[in-house]
């Protein structure tokens, strides 16, 4: 079955980085790419970007744009997510999706990693 | 930049039909932005629900379905169930790889 497993919480301080992994299991790892979509406390769901497995490029939110690196290793299935000088409103819960092509929709979700930037 | 909107909140009542959209600040929503829709409830991981338009995913009870109404995505939940009391989310893709969620409906049945 497929899983997609995250990395554990993280308390950070402003300023500094975060590196949240997404272990995947149960298909085919290459054929699908990967979207980071986060929630802030009490707000809604945000599209951060995604790893698009159709043109084999990144795709970032205009928000993160410039703070935010989405990467893959195929050798462990694992795909990583490194968000750069964290601000307090970066606090949330960051989640990893797989994202179907051609259709763009996320079918698969990983369980969730909180990351609280606070000083 | 582009935002989507949903509607803030629905009340419906048990075995009651509701409609929920998803429309954009400028311009019209057709199947070209490949609209998908997520429910979840607070603490809880999203499930997808409908992609690509009217699509359900798997498991997801017949009584969800999705079309496009007027200029807007629509999620149709026909005979609610107490346990469809949820947040429901829209997405639009835009091209050049990029997605938007919209600003989330919260449904009381």
């Known amino acids: 079955q497929v899983q997609l497993v995250q990395s554990g919480d993280e308390v950070k301080k402003p300023g500094a980085s975060v590196k949240v992994s997404c272990k995947a299991s149960g298909y085919t790892f290459t054929k699908y790419g990967i979207s980071w979509v986060r929630q802030a406390p009490g707000q809604g769901l945000e599209w951060m970007g995604r790893?698009?497995?159709?043109?084999?490029?990144?795709n970032y939110a205009q928000k993160v744009q410039g703070r935010v690196t989405m990467t893959r290793d195929t050798s462990t299935n694992t795909d990583y997510m490194e968000l750069r000088s964290l601000r307090s409103d970066d606090t949330a819960v960051y989640y990893c999706?797989?994202?179907?092509?051609?259709?763009?929709?996320?079918?698969?979700w990983g369980q969730g990693t909180l990351v609280t930037v606070s000083s | 930049q582009t935002v989507v909107t949903q509607e803030p909140s629905f009340s419906v009542s048990p075995g009651g039909t509701v409609t929920l959209t998803c429309g954009l600040t400028s311009g019209s929503v057709s199947t070209s932005y490949y609209p998908s829709w997520y429910q979840q409830t607070p603490g809880q991981t999203p499930r997808t629900l409908i992609y690509?338009?009217?699509t359900r995913s798997s498991g997801v009870p017949v009584r969800f379905s999705g079309s496009i109404l007027g200029n807007k995505a629509a999620l149709t939940i026909t005979g609610a169930q107490a346990d469809d009391e949820s947040n429901y989310y829209c997405v639009l893709y835009l091209g050049s790889g990029i997605s938007v969620f919209g600003t989330g409906t919260n449904v009381a049945v």
């Open positions: 690509d338009t009217s």
């Open positions: 999706a797989r994202d179907v092509g051609p259709t763009y929709y996320f079918d698969y």
């Open positions: 790893l698009n497995i159709n043109n084999g490029n990144t």
